[in-house]
């Protein structure tokens, strides 16, 4: 999802949430991705059928207004969006007794996971709502010497990838083995099974280009045997930003390496927003000609095309913050949101107003 589809979600769902129905008469449905839509469109056939129950007048009128706008808005379509497709219905007007019901259709960005149908007095934006935060990708991995686990944390959501056994023996040794030879034979065994392991990591996070970072969780010393001695590639173990004692390996032992790393996760990007405050003030410092600050340089420079980078804090309002990223996204500049979490953020703020911008060429 670049910059722009994560703008218009944004419009879209602060539309649809401002939304608030007199009673329970605002429909919401999502249709998962490869789902048959014209099974959708049954369903709330027979829904509207049931709609006829309710015994509010009004109410009643209301829900089968939306969902028979529903049902025509769904028939003009062959088949489901590639992602899914999340439509709502529901009467806007502000009058007592007055139907004027409005239709709201959106194709995510991103696949939809769920299947929704739901009369409330509000909107069911949640999902999208989802999909709009969950923009990076932490890999995870769980090892001990018998066992692993690969996944990944996406917003809130761990998935599970991947498992792996290894076949090392455990302490007990056959009948006539000696100790050195047992030892060399599980020593070789784990050596391959940490093979298997980082080959696997390597298929599937090497070209991930969401991958923010890697966790790592296991028991003393196994964890950090295999970051040793398992031939990872380089690019990978320099994603590595959290090395985490967990007792467990499997579904159960990725959710307390979330758990541990927490701060780690929330340190990433403070590290990152740190990095960007500090490159605007070195060139506030040394090329202060290709820097603007403040509303009113920074909108100049964005109307003359010239913003690289603009930086807006967090805390803004909302509106300033929408206004000033649809300007920068009709230019093609990168937007940055700024937390005031550091000293470098507030730093910005006190600055800037909390409005900042690298430029392309200087505009005076």
């Known amino acids: ?111 939809l996971k769920i299947r929704i149908y739901r009369c409330d007095k509000t909107f069911v934006t949640e999902p999208l709502r989802d999909i709009l935060e969950n923009q990076e990708i932490f890999g995870l991995l769980v090892i001990d010497r018998h066992d692993a686990t690969i996944g990944f944390l996406e917003g809130k959501k761990i998935e599970v990838i991947r498992k792996f056994s290894s076949g090392v023996p455990s302490k007990v040794r056959a009948g006539g083995q000696s100790a050195q030879r047992f030892h060399r034979i599980t020593e070789g065994l784990a050596k391959e099974f940490f093979k298997r392991v980082a080959e696997g990591m390597k298929e599937i996070f090497f070209n991930m280009p969401r991958l923010k970072g890697i966790l790592v969780g296991g028991p003393i010393p196994t964890k950090e045997e295999f970051l040793e001695q398992s031939e990872l590639v380089t690019k990978l173990k320099e994603k590595v930003i959290a090395v985490k004692d967990i007792g467990y390996v499997d579904e159960h032992g990725l959710k307390l390496l979330v758990e541990a790393s927490q701060e780690d996760i929330a340190e990433q990007e403070i590290i990152k927003e740190k990095k960007i405050i500090e490159n605007f003030f070195m060139m506030l410092g040394k090329y202060r000609e290709k820097t603007a600050y403040g509303e009113e340089k920074v909108s100049l420079a964005l109307e003359r095309g010239a913003v690289d980078k603009l930086l807006i804090a967090k805390d803004l309002p909302k509106e300033k913050i929408a206004e000033l990223e649809k300007k920068a996204m009709a230019m093609g500049s990168e937007v940055i949101l700024i937390s005031r979490e550091t000293p470098e953020g507030d730093q910005f703020y006190n600055l800037a107003s909390g409005i900042g911008a690298i430029l392309r060429f200087p505009i005076e």
């Not at 449905?29 to 309710?54: C, D, K, W």
């Not at 109410?59 to 489901?80: C, G, P, S, W, Y």
């Open 1 to 111: 999802m670049d910059e722009k589809q994560k703008l218009e979600l944004e419009e879209q769902l602060e539309e649809l949430e401002s939304v608030k129905g007199q009673h329970t008469e605002l429909v919401s449905v999502m249709i998962p991705a490869g789902f048959n839509i014209h099974a959708v469109t049954n369903q709330l056939e027979a829904e509207r059928s049931t709609a006829e129950n309710i015994k509010s007048k009004q109410t009643r009128h209301a829900v089968i207004d939306a969902i028979e706008a529903i049902v025509r808005a769904l028939k003009a379509k062959k088949q489901t969006p590639t992602n899914g497709l999340a439509i709502f219905a529901g009467n806007i007007s502000e009058k007592e007794g007055v139907s004027d019901i409005k239709v709201w259709s959106i194709e995510p960005p991103k696949p």
